[in-house]
């Protein structure tokens, strides 16, 4: 915590104003910046409110070029009026009702995310001696919706940090806290999740152990997860002009959010290329949008899909699953999900007269060319074997490759004789499947 001390005392540090002449201590001229969500190293004079660049070394604080026209529109230095504009005002009903209400889910509006280059964040990290990694990471809690009671405020966040004894569990909580924030909010805009919370451990155990600090924290962690979350950050930014939609659920850790408006409705249908001899060429569809709920450590990402081809297509997207995170696509014709092990059901699918958007022809059933196993094939023998076991549903879902058109539908599948319908081109596949034992223990579970 050799970083934190060093903090501390330049927070007390007394800088005279280049314009007006009237001393003010970083926290003080960093308290307007925060409450205004600027992710920058910059300070506001609390009696003229002009705006200037700081250069932070571990034992002086200097400031630089005055760039408040620069950041004028980003940092207010009074509390903005709330009253709406008067009846004879000429402001348009939507612009209005977009600049008054808050986010849907959110406790208030949060402000927008903007990049920042990485490579300047850990140039910066390395200047500043971890004093800009510091400010930065707990800095984007302000950027964020405050979707639970407990989720920090940047203020709070870096605040806290600053308790003697306590700090030592408020670094692990909020570096935590903000790599599960910062995933939420990707979720919501179709973005894989960035996976930080395991290096973001690794980081603050390193940071309050002695001599570990400073030989493995503060040249090595630090920057690479700084690095790591300003590119999840910056990918957010560049998403919708970073703009902040329909946030994760506000009711708490446990809600369950329903999808959020448009993630079903009106979607946009797969698109799906042929070739001469009926053979699936390509197929191209939107990611959609994650509505996103947790129950204790478990997180859920789940969305509404017109077909089973769209499901597949959307969890197919989805570049790893961590422990404990599970993807759910509800559609017409059952929900299909996929978690680390790879995909799986919770109640029975349909397996014919399936809503295909691509379907070709009602012609004959085929044989299927094949069925194979997807992600971690034994772990989700086991999983199945267990769940059957302990008395709940379980199929094992496995990928059949149509006769016809050679898309791999991931399907529910049984011993003996198997009859399903392609996701892609509707035609029926037929075909057999052997015996799968198990052992539970002691118990072996055909699946």
Known sequence: MAGNVAA????????????????????????????????EVVVVCPACHSI?????????????????QEYAQKITPRPASTAAPPASANVPTGAMQSSLAAPPGATGSAPRLGPFPVAAAVLLHFITLGLFSFFHLNLLHGKLPKVRPDDPSAGKAIGFMFIPFFNFYWVFFSYNRLCLRVDEQRAQRGLPPSNL???????????????????????????????????????????????WPATPPAAGMGAIMPPQ?????????????????????SIETAQGRWAVSRKGQRAYYTQKAGSLLRAAEVLKKVNSVPQLTYYVVETPDGSLGRDINGYYTEAPLKTGNLSVPSRRDQSEAVEFLGLKGFGNEVANLNCAAYLKQSGQYSRLVLLMKCGRCGYESPVETQAGAIARECYCCGVTNKGQRGNINVFVGSKKVEI
Do not use: H, Y
């Open 8 to 39: 501390s005392k330049l927070l007390q540090t007394k800088v005279p104003c280049r314009n007006c002449g009237k001393a003010f201590t970083f926290q003080e001229g960093s308290r307007l910046v925060l409450t205004s969500g600027v992710v």
């Open 52 to 68: 200037f660049r700081i250069r932070a070394t571990p034992d002086s604080l200097t400031l630089l070029g005055d760039v408040t």
């Open 197 to 243: 919370r395991g290096l973001s451990i690794a980081m603050c155990v390193s940071m309050i152990i002695p001599f570990v600090s400073f030989f493995v924290c503060w040249p090595i962690l630090a920057p690479i997860f700084l690095g790591m979350m300003r590119s999840s950050v910056n990918e957010l930014a560049a998403v919708e002009g970073s703009s």
């Open 261 to 281: 408006a448009g993630a079903s409705d009106g979607e946009t249908p797969c698109t799906v290329a042929f070739d001469a001899d009926g053979k699936v060429l």
